[in-house]
Structures are given as structure tokens and as C-alpha cells.
């Protein structure tokens, strides 16, 4: 096969499998994550490492601390980003030494984008116990220590109904969210952002109408997914390379059959000739007919499967030489004609010198008729058949007949002329 056919194919493959190539345009702030089957990360928020600042909305920023995704707030609270809900505007974060209560004093949401997203929220008293024997339901064992334990109570909690007298108060905290208390390391944090809110609710995306002024923003169709592109970019591979493959094991075999075929041939042309050496025609070399031709240069005539040249075996004697188209036939014809010529030995029928079969090389070599083809002769379109006499003309078809019985009937192997 062609191998700009191949390609051809191979172009159309592919580009069916990845689709329209403009789905192939890089986005400028592309999807990104610190780990595989981590938060993915898209406008409004950015991340350091992989994105620009263009790519978020202020205070959106993250960056990845080995593979956790984290969320820097205000006083140095770092929270590490186990999920983002873009629809509902949430993120769901938990506490890196796994104890978000440690954290509550520093907490200051007031300078950030972001609020509690758990609307529970109460005021809480924090104590200090050395030793305690009432109910640990209250206890915090995440900031305990050996030799004391601290315990939180709401602001409506009856702290008569506690003995404290053990206990020193530490601090107050406000506005505490429930969910922290309940020591499950889970914090949800919202952001107010509407015309993304109504964005991802309709099934697109967010980002600035225009990246450089980054003053509104637009909804768009989600980009196509460089997953689903590398699963189609691999199946139009896979694709490809079996035919490929299957184009090759076809080549190979077609070699490998042409090789066998031609070697059998030959095979077959060497044993008639090893079986033919007592009929003593000439064998010659490849070498040998290009120097009896004088290097193929005198041309007597063409056909479809053979090409004629005026040869010399000595000054006297002048020989045709018939170089055979190797590229037909599978030697049956070359066997034949020398098999059969080799035999014949007539006054009327042209007689065979020799032959060449060097490699797939093939020729046979005749007497050589001085007088040229009768042909030019009795064909107007040649010459004048009236410069031969009556007698000379009856004489030469006397002698085409005697041949021509000789060989149907006189010769051991029988020729037919139709």
C-alpha cells in the first residue's frame, strides 16, 4: 500500500478521535489540582504553582504543600482543602494536626473573603482542668495534656450544674461554629460570589469577561476534558497501530511469499537445467551475454516479455540474443522453450545456441537470420513482397511448411502453431 495512503488514513483517524482541532486551543488558566483525584481547582480560585493571578479573584489564592491542597487565612490559619462545591459556593477544609479548636482564637474571617458556612454558631467559655470526675462530654482531648484537660461550654450551659472547682477559665470565644466543637476535624467555609453561584448551576463555568481589567465576569460551556481527549487521542493510537501493524505483518508476509515463490522457480529452472546438460547447448554467464551483446547495444527488436540483441560469438558467427522479463511468468516458460529448442534439430527450424540463467537473470541465444524477418518483405507496410521471385517466394513457403511439419509431427515434443 501507498504509504501517503497510509499516512492519509492515519490523519483521518486521529482527527476523528480528538474531534475539531479549536477544542485543542490551550486555556489560559486551565483546571488544576495538587494531586490526582484531589480539589479541582478553577476560577475564582487560583493555584500558585500552576496558574497566574489572572486566574482568581483576590483573596482565592492556594497552593499545595506536597500533595494536601491548602487555604491560607488571616493570623497564619492554614487549612487543608479536601473538597470545593463551586454550585453551592462551599469549601470543605480540615485542620492539618487534626484539631481545628487550637485554631479558633486565631480565626479572623472579617479581612477575607470567606465566612463560616455552618449558620450554627454559639459563644463558648474554654476551661482549664487539673482534676475532673463529672461528665467529659465537653472535652476537647485535642488540646489536653498530660496532668489536665480542657473543656468548652456554650454561654447558655449551667455551670451550676458542673463542678468546677478545679477548672480555671482561660478565654471566651464568639460566634464559634457547631461543627468544630463536635472534634470531627470538618470545617465549611462559604463564599458570596452570585454570578458564579448561577454560572455553575446552569452546568458552566466562571471567569473574567475581560482578563486584564478583572472588573466582571461571564458564564461559559466547559471546556472539553483533557482526559476524555488523551482517552480519544489513545484509542485513535491504538487505532492506527494495528492497522499499522497489521499492515506490516501483510508487507512481511507478501516478501516472504514473493521470496519463497522466486526461490522455488529458480529451484525449479536449475534442476531442468542440471537434467538438460547432456543435450549440450551452451550454458553462459550473466557476464557472458553482456559481453556477446557488447553491452545490450545492438537491438533487433521488443515484445511484451522479451528484448532481442545481435550478439557475437566469434567474428564469424553472429547469434539473437532474447533477454526474458524476469518480472513475469514463474520460469514454466523458460523450462519450455529451452527444453523443447534444445531438442529440435532441423534444416527449417531455427536452431538454439544457448542459454543464461544467472540468478533471475534469463536469456536464450539463437542462430542469427542475416536476411531479417519475412515479415519485411511481404508487408507493404515495410517493403515490396515483388523483390522476391516467384521461385524464391515458393521456396521459402516449401521450407516454412517442412518446419512447420517437423514440428507437429517429427519432433519428439510436439509444437502447435494457431
Not at 29 to 40: I, L, N, V
Not at 161 to 167: E, K, P, V
Request: hydrophobic share 35%; with cysteine.
Amino acid at each position: 500500500m501507498d504509504l501517503s495512503v497510509v499516512g492519509l488514513l492515519m490523519l483521518v483517524l486521529v482527527g476523528h478521535g480528538v474531534g475539531h482541532p479549536g477544542q485543542l486551543v490551550p486555556d489560559p488558566c486551565p483546571e488544576a489540582s495538587c494531586k490526582k483525584g484531589g480539589p479541582a481547582i478553577r476560577f475564582p480560585f487560583m493555584l500558585k504553582e500552576k496558574q497566574s493571578d489572572n486566574c482568581s479573584y483576590p483573596g482565592f489564592e492556594l497552593s499545595c504543600d506536597g500533595k494536601e491542597t491548602v487555604l491560607q487565612l488571616p493570623n497564619s490559619v492554614k487549612l487543608y482543602v479536601n473538597k470545593i462545591d463551586y454550585a453551592s459556593q462551599l469549601i470543605f477544609a480540615a485542620d492539618p494536626d487534626k484539631c481545628l479548636p487550637k485554631q479558633l482564637r486565631s480565626f479572623n474571617l472579617s479581612t477575607s473573603p470567606f465566612q463560616f458556612g455552618d449558620k450554627q454558631q454559639d459563644d463558648y467559655a474554654f476551661f482549664n482542668c487539673t482534676s475532673w470526675k463529672g461528665d467529659t462530654y465537653q472535652k476537647l482531648a485535642c488540646l489536653s495534656g498530660p496532668g489536665y484537660d480542657i473543656f468548652a461550654y456554650r454561654s447558655d450551659y449551667l455551670i451550676s450544674y458542673t463542678d468546677l472547682t478545679s477548672c480555671t477559665k482561660i478565654y471566651n470565644l464568639s460566634s464559634v461554629p457547631v461543627e468544630v466543637m463536635r472534634q470531627e476535624n470538618i470545617l465549611n467555609l462559604t463564599w458570596s460570589m452570585q454570578a458564579c453561584g448561577v454560572c455553575e448551576a446552569q452546568g458552566k463555568f466562571c471567569r473574567w469577561k475581560n482578563i486584564s481589567t478583572r472588573l466582571e465576569t461571564e458564564c461559559y460551556d466547559r471546556p472539553k476534558s483533557n482526559e476524555g481527549i488523551r482517552k480519544k487521542i489513545a484509542a485513535a493510537v491504538a487505532t492506527v497501530g494495528s492497522f499499522l501493524l497489521l499492515l506490516v505483518f501483510f508487507a512481511a508476509y507478501r516478501v516472504y511469499s514473493s521470496d519463497k515463490a522466486a526461490k522455488e522457480n529458480q529451484k525449479r529452472i536449475e534442476n531442468f537445467l542440471a537434467d538438460y546438460k547432456a543435450f549440450k547447448p551452451t550454458r553462459y554467464t550473466y557476464a557472458d551475454i553482456k559481453r556477446i551483446t557488447n553491452e545490450f547495444k545492438d537491438k533487433l527488436g521488443q515484445g511484451a516479455y522479451r528484448t532481442v540483441f545481435k550478439g557475437q560469438l566469434s567474428d564469424e558467427i553472429s547469434v539473437a540474443v532474447k533477454i526474458l522479463n524476469n518480472s513475469t511468468g514463474n520460469g514454466e516458460e523458460f523450462v519450455n522453450e529451452v527444453g523443447t529448442m534444445g531438442k529440435i534439430h532441423h534444416v527449417n527450424v531455427i536452431r538454439l545456441v544457448g542459454y543464461c540463467a544467472d540468478g533471475f537473470r534469463r536469456a536464450l541465444v539463437y542462430d542469427y537470420l542475416s536476411n531479417e524477418s519475412l515479415e519485411k518483405f511481404i508487408s507493404s507496410e515495410h517493403g515490396d513482397a515483388t523483390a522476391l521471385s516467384w521461385e524464391k517466394l515458393q521456396d521459402i513457403a516449401l521450407c516454412m511448411a517442412k518446419g512447420i511439419e517437423y514440428l507437429h509431427q517429427g519432433c519428439d515434443q510436439r509444437i502447435l502453431h494457431f
